[in-house]
């Protein structure tokens, strides 16, 4: 009986990994983000948010723009015109212009790159976090996160979201000082968050047409295989 505890708890671990690593929340409540890989419009919102206001700090080094362009189902033209603001090229990966040294001199540490950070920090980490900033002048960015203490970052979408404040039950109230209401914000973060997931794993959408497909075909040889195997057998009878 112990024996198969500790087999069905490592059997555990294995499908939940994120049970051990936590998402480094620290014991936080993660809101569940609505990521949807078969959204495009959603994903291109999100890559218009992320070009905006993330690429000048971060990059997401192994996303070139011509495989964003293709998978979400732009032309090349359309992708350089209205989503390249470092003056790259369509067949360059997602650099940043500010050198990393310069940017460990300003915030004290790098930011670092968010190609794999869906999959390192976990969709509703992310979408927690970045909803998740709050006033608090103790820190060098006037900020602080519930996720992330004492974070580095500076609340980057405060002109969309406004201010918030941490009240001691622990919830957040923000100031309305914000171009969005709360809801447009968290349906721009939930694309952002989505578009961050597309870009851990750019095959995942297509992977998983294809299980179907599998699926449906394995389904259907499931037919001339039981037949043949009716056929066999009818002389063993
Ligand atoms: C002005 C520069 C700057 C901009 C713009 C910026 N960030 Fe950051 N970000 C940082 C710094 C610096 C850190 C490191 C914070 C730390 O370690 O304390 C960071 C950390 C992060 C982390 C946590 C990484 C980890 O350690 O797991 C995430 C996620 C993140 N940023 C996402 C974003 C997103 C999404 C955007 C766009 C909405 C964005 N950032 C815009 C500077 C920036």
Redesign the pocket.
Known sequence: MKKMMKKTGVLLLLLFPSFVMGGGGGGVHLDTAPVDLSDNESLKNGAK??MN??L???SARFMRYKRMADDLGMSDQEVLDNLVFTGAKIHDTMEIAMPAEQ?AKW?G?T??D?SV?SR??GDDW?YT??RGFYVDPSRPMGVNNVV?K?????H??QGLQGKQTLQEDGTLTVDGSGSMTAAEYDKAVGD?VNF?AYVGEPVKAYRMTLGWYVLGFLLILLIPAYRLKKEYWKDVH
């Open positions: 948010l992320f206001y993330c000048s700090c971060h940017a915030f540490t930011p670092p968010l950070i390192a920090r992310l976090y970045l992330f004492d974070v580095g970052m500076p980057v979408l952002l961050l």
